[in-house]
Each structure stands twice: as structure tokens, then as C-alpha cells.
């Protein structure tokens, strides 16, 4: 599409104004305010104090709201990965809405669309039409007239879901930047500052625009980030990619690949070395009780699409490396290149196994869950033994 020809009417006004004047303040008020704090005298009338408190509620406001998105918005309402009691529920459609992504239902309900279609027309932020549009084009202007909302008949049902979707804007407006001016004064007022109105316009500043647009940006590179940089172990039939990354910036959801083949799951990054706090706090929960029937996908089925997509890529990558050997290193390499063929055509039939084990839930020892790992492990060693040799070859 020519954005000449973009029709004026499709603009998202009000989501469009208010995504663009936070980010631009925070990088413009935000750094200039902070700069002047800093060089301002001790007695100065407009001196902020209090700056620990502030920073403190700028962390607990950014690990809040962006738990409210991962772990309610995303982990919990739209893909119902585990049950929650209450007190959760109301916490996350709180600090949800207070990242200002929408209410729950609507978040879900385009989240849903996007697994069920992606990569397709019909997904919201669908990465064939562009970085720029999965990150935050589809927010500022609709390509089309948004289709009816008809998959979240379950959410529907909820009266506490439905509560702060009716709300949304007025919850987000106090929650969001509200309520830590409030506690701004407050703190300034108990601790007999000269000035409480600093505080309070110190703690809106950073822990309500500035952690507002970190938090969005987080969410926003799931959908864009994800579905362009980082590896594809479990699938490449979607664009869905791992980066570790990512999953720093957003509480562990930048495991996308594992996450789009396993879309039920609780866990996100499940390597016990993948940093997944979403996916820790979630158990952490279900041990004291406030959520449970936390869902999993078996060791067997995970390994069963690690094998499939091993034996997929192995051959290809490695005839690419071998393409470039001279006739001597292929002739030296010869046996290296045999095993990875022969590898390759194992960890097919393996996986099939694997598959149809899993699929009849037939018990998969753990004894042949490592073994399989085995395999996988070898055929890294073989193409990394095969990279060597070809860096080598152009040295
Ligand atoms: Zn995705
Ligand atoms: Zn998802």
C-alpha cells in the first residue's frame, strides 16, 4: 500500500495521539527534567527529594504492569494456561490496564485471532506487512474494518473481566499515572519534604509515563522483534522465532517459537536456563495456592518437534557449509559429512516415534528422552565441527 494514498479515516486518533505524545515525552520532558534535577542546589523550592521512593515505585510499577500483561493478559486470559483465584485476577486486570494495552477482553481477543491466522491477512499484527506495522502500525491506523469480536465468548462469562473492560480507560488513567502521583505526595508529605508537588510530579513522571512506554515497547517487540530475529527450534511453518533478548525486555516471553508450537503451555522459556519470571511466579503462585492446573506439554512432545525441526534443518545446513569446502577439506571431511547425513535421516524416523508416542501418551522413559537429547547434541557438535573446518578453509 502506498501510504500517499492512505485514507485519513483510518487513523486511530485517539490511540495514535496518545502512543506517540508519551514516547516523545518520555524522551524529551523526562531526560530534560531528570537533567535539571540534577543540577539544581539542595535548598532549591523545586528541588525533587525522595528520589529512592521514586525509583522504587518506578520498579514496582514496571514489574507489576508488565506481570499484568504476561502473566494475565497474555499467559492467563488469552490462552487460559492455568486458573487463577480472584485476588490475581483482580490484580492483573488492575496493573493490566494500567500499561494502557486495552482491556483484557479486546487484548485477548486479537491475541487469539493472531495465533489462530498468523502470519496471514486476518492476523492483527501480521509481520508480513513489515516491522514497522507488527510493532505498532497496526495500532495507529487499521488497514481494515476491525471483523466482529466472536472468540472470547468464555472471557465473556466473566464478570471480573467484563468489569474492567467496561472501565478500562478510567482504571488505566487512575491506576497508570493517578495513583503514583498520589503516592508521590503522599510520601512527600509523611517525610515533611518542603515541596510534596515534586515528588508527586517525579513519581508520574517515571513511574507512570516513562514506565508506561518502556512496558508497551516490551509488549509491541513480541510482536514485532519476534517474528523477525532468533531461532526457530521448534517449527519453522510460522515466523514465531527464541530470543533471549527479548525475553529480558518482557518478563520472559521472547521464547515466541516454543510459544506459538505450544500455545497452551504456562511456560515460555522451558529450558530450566531460560530466564522466564512470568513462568516462575506463575509456580510460585500455584505453590501457595492462588492459582492452579497450571497447563504443560510433556517432555516427549517437546523434544518430538526439537527432533522433527533438527532433522528439517541439519541436511540443509549442512550441504550449505559443505558447498563451500574445496574438493581437498570435503575429501578430509568426508566421513563428518556422511555422519550428519545419516544423523539427519535417523532423527526423522525419531521423531515420528517420538510423535506417535507422545500423541497415544504412551510413557516415554527417561532413559530414551536422553538419548534423543543425545542425538540432538550430537548433531550440533557435527555442525559445529563442520563450521570450524569451513571458517578455517577461508582463513
Ligand atoms: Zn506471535
Ligand atoms: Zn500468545
Known sequence: MKFKNFPIYRIEWVTSIFLISTALLSLTVVPWFLWTQYNLPVDAANKVHGWGFIWALF?????????????????????ISFKAKWPVKLFVLLFGAASFENSAHDWSADHRVHHKHVDEDEDPYDISKGFFYAHIGWLLFRLKPKPPVTNVKDLEADPLVMWQHRYVQWIAVFIGFVLPSILGYAYGWAMGFSNPAMTALGCFLIAGLLR???????TFCINSLCHMFGRQPYSRDHSARDSGWVALLTFGEGYHNYHHEFQHDYRNGVKDWQFDPTKWIIWTLSKVGLVQDLRRVSDSRILAAELKEKSRTLGMDVEKIVSRFDARTREVKAS??????????????????????????????????????GLLNKAAEILESLRRSDAAAIA
Request: aromatic residues 10%.
Open 336 to 373: 563428518t559429512i556422511a555422519a550428519a547425513d545419516n544423523l539427519a535421516k535417523d532423527l526423522a524416523v525419531r521423531a515420528e516415534a517420538l510423535k506417535e508416542l507422545a500423541i497415544t501418551k504412551a510413557d516415554v522413559g527417561a532413559d530414551t528422552l536422553e538419548e534423543l537429547q
Open 212 to 218: 508506561t512506554v518502556i512496558v508497551q515497547q516490551g
Open 59 to 79: 520498579v514496582f510499577y514496571y514489574y507489576a504492569t508488565g506481570f499484568g500483561i504476561t502473566l494475565g493478559y497474555h499467559r492467563l486470559f488469552s490462552h
